[in-house]
């Protein structure tokens, strides 16, 4: 089975230009979150999706992020204007909908990591 | 608030057992997760408990939970190099389908 799949894996980008990042998730799964993680804050839930529609935006530091998910197989997180600061590698993870022995076991793409200079 | 805290480091020699803690927050968190990270790649789950459990037991992983002082322990018996990497704890808050993360120990395995 194909895990979560996130594009692109690195982007270096200048400051003030948009980043968009992508994200499909594993088939099946209800559940998509955006996390952040750098060093000095570790891993921060920015986002996430339950059946394609927003359920907690609350992580999302500012309205230069923004997230959305069309369809079940996609989402993007856009970055518009980008800054140094938000120099972070961007993970994409899925989750499936119940509780079953294992949980609501997420599952975590590879990241993107992405340098704003 | 809603953080869960670990320690940052731990550094042991191989063949050692490691001890890894985190407290987290929410008493009503139904299960509770250890995540693997190695170098250049995301999360990897490793384990998990549910929250009527006091001690989980997977191969060389044992997890130990105290839901009156809400402390989370993974021991790994006997340490290898390919155990060094960072290992998150995570709660999900009850219900919520809403994941928080620990800071992150970063293991370091001696030979």
């Known amino acids: 089975d194909a895990g979560v799949i996130q594009s692109p894996r690195h982007e270096v980008t200048e400051m003030g230009q948009e980043v968009t990042l992508r994200c499909k998730p594993i088939?099946?799964?209800?559940?998509l979150f955006w996390y952040r993680q750098t060093m000095m804050r570790g891993l921060e839930l920015l986002i996430y999706?339950?059946?394609?529609?927003?359920?907690?935006d609350s992580g999302m530091p500012e309205d230069r992020f923004s997230a959305k998910m069309p369809n079940a197989s996609f989402s993007t997180l856009k970055i518009q204007p980008s800054e140094p600061r938000d120099s972070a590698v961007y993970f994409c993870?899925?989750?499936?909908?119940?509780?079953?022995?294992?949980?609501?076991?997420?599952?975590f793409g590879e990241g993107s990591w992405l340098t704003v200079v | 608030g809603e953080d869960v805290e670990q320690s940052l480091f731990l550094s042991v020699r191989e063949g050692d057992s490691s001890v890894i803690n985190c407290t987290y927050t929410?008493?009503?968190?139904?299960?509770l997760y250890w995540y693997k990270q190695e170098p250049g790649a995301g999360l990897q789950l490793l384990t998990y408990i549910f929250s009527n459990m006091d001690m989980k037991q997977d191969q060389r992983l044992t997890v130990l939970l105290n839901k009156k002082d809400k402390h989370l322990s993974l021991r790994i018996a006997d340490t290898q190099t390919g155990d060094s990497a960072i290992y998150f704890c995570a709660e999900e808050f009850s219900g919520t389908y809403k994941y928080i993360f620990g800071t992150g120990t970063r293991l370091k395995v001696l030979a």
């Open positions: 993870a899925s989750s499936p909908s119940g509780t079953g022995v294992t949980g609501n076991t997420i599952y």
């Open positions: 929410d008493s009503s968190s139904t299960y």
């Open positions: 088939s099946g799964h209800d559940y």
């Open positions: 999706f339950n059946n394609n529609v927003p359920i907690d």
